[in-house]
């Protein structure tokens, strides 16, 4: 059973910081592009950033220069450390897992900015 599972999501001020962590477990993790995803009431779902198995990284340009992403693939997880944070930034962030026949999502954390 595959089991991705988002925490570190909360209430947090303009300009503060939050660092995400997904936990996985059911796949073989190493070898899984990892990725996280956020999606705001009303609006698409998108990319914030990933990492691949090679430990590449991409970001939405959104967030560059203020989120980093990071695996540990003897903890099995992925990390999203989010610095100046702005309201925009409020959403519910979710855990993406993929190869190239499967994907996997978790429950989503929600992130709030907010003075």
């Known amino acids: 059973q595959v089991q991705l599972v988002e925490s570190g999501g909360g209430l947090v001020q303009p300009g503060g910081s939050l660092r995400l962590s997904c936990a996985a477990s059911?796949?073989?993790?190493?070898?899984?592009?990892m990725g996280w995803y956020r999606q705001a009431p009303g609006k698409q779902r998108e990319l914030v950033a990933a990492?691949?198995?090679?430990?590449?990284?991409n970001y939405a340009d959104f967030v560059k220069g203020r989120f980093t992403i990071s695996r540990d693939n003897i903890k099995n997880a992925v990390c999203l450390q989010m610095n100046s944070l702005k309201p925009e930034d409020t959403a519910v962030y979710y855990c993406?897992?993929?190869?190239?026949?499967?994907?996997?999502w978790g429950q989503g954390t929600q992130v709030t900015v907010s003075s």
């Open positions: 990492i691949t198995s090679d430990r590449m990284t």
């Open positions: 059911g796949i073989d993790f190493s070898v899984y592009d």
């Open positions: 993406n897992a993929r190869n190239m026949w499967l994907t996997y």
